[in-house]
């Protein structure tokens, strides 16, 4: 395990190993955490940190804190011609920033009201509590056919893009495609928003765009 303090930069050259960052007693202070190109464990502590995989096939947990977490490399844009690994994403307590970059990831926000993006590859994400905003790919061109998960009692998430028969929005356990309400952008479950899906009439959508059960 490694602890780290206060605004510090951990560049992790340990190839197929975990790293552990956590915070040293008291320090709140921001932890910066790069990973190589192997496949890297990385958490985060309880402050706002940055963590970023790399190239390997990464789990990241970003612990308490409004943490920014990428799968690849530390850069908002999409890596151009750079593979990225499948990665799992963890985002914890705390209002997030999460994005999957290239590869076919998983992204999970958790608590707080969080931003995630799929980017490159075919990414299943997963707001969790609070009220999210989920974007499949990013604002410069992504690609893939991803996944929006849904589920009761968690909060009303945004899906910023949303294409019909490309992606596909997954409902959990206790929510099938006939107790929704579907009207204008919002899909409704009862008397909950679960989500908006911007630039889509819900009435128009079938239930080819769903998927049941999703685990």
């Avoid at 192997?38 to 958490?43: E, F, H, K, S």
């Avoid at 356990?173 to 579907?182: E, Q």
Wanted: aromatic share 6%; proline share 1%; hydrophobic share 35%.
């Amino acid at each position: 395990m490694l602890t780290i303090g206060e605004a510090d930069l951990l560049l992790a050259d340990l190839g197929d190993a975990r790293v552990d960052a956590q915070l040293d007693g008291d320090d709140d202070g921001p932890v910066e955490l790069v990973g190589d190109e192997g496949d890297n464990d990385l958490t985060g502590g309880n402050s706002d940190d940055l963590i970023a995989g790399e190239l390997g096939n990464d789990l990241i947990e970003g612990g308490d804190g409004d943490d920014v977490l990428r799968g690849d490399r530390n850069a908002r844009s999409a890596q151009v011609g750079e593979a990225g690994g499948d990665d799992l994403i963890f985002g914890g307590a705390g209002n997030d920033r999460i994005g999957g970059k290239s590869g076919n990831d998983i992204l999970y926000g958790e608590d707080g009201d969080d931003q995630i993006w799929g980017d490159d590859g075919d990414d299943i994400l997963y707001g969790g509590l609070g009220n999210d905003r989920l974007i499949g790919d990013n604002f410069s061109g992504g690609s893939g056919s991803d996944i929006f998960v849904l589920a009761a009692g968690e909060g009303t998430d945004t899906i910023v893009d949303f294409e019909v028969g490309v992606d596909f929005i997954g409902l959990m356990s206790g929510v099938s495609f006939g107790a929704l309400t579907r009207e204008g952008n919002e899909l409704r479950f009862g008397d909950e928003v679960l989500a908006i899906v911007n630039g889509v009439n819900t009435a128009e959508l079938t239930v080819d765009s769903f998927i049941p059960s999703f685990p």
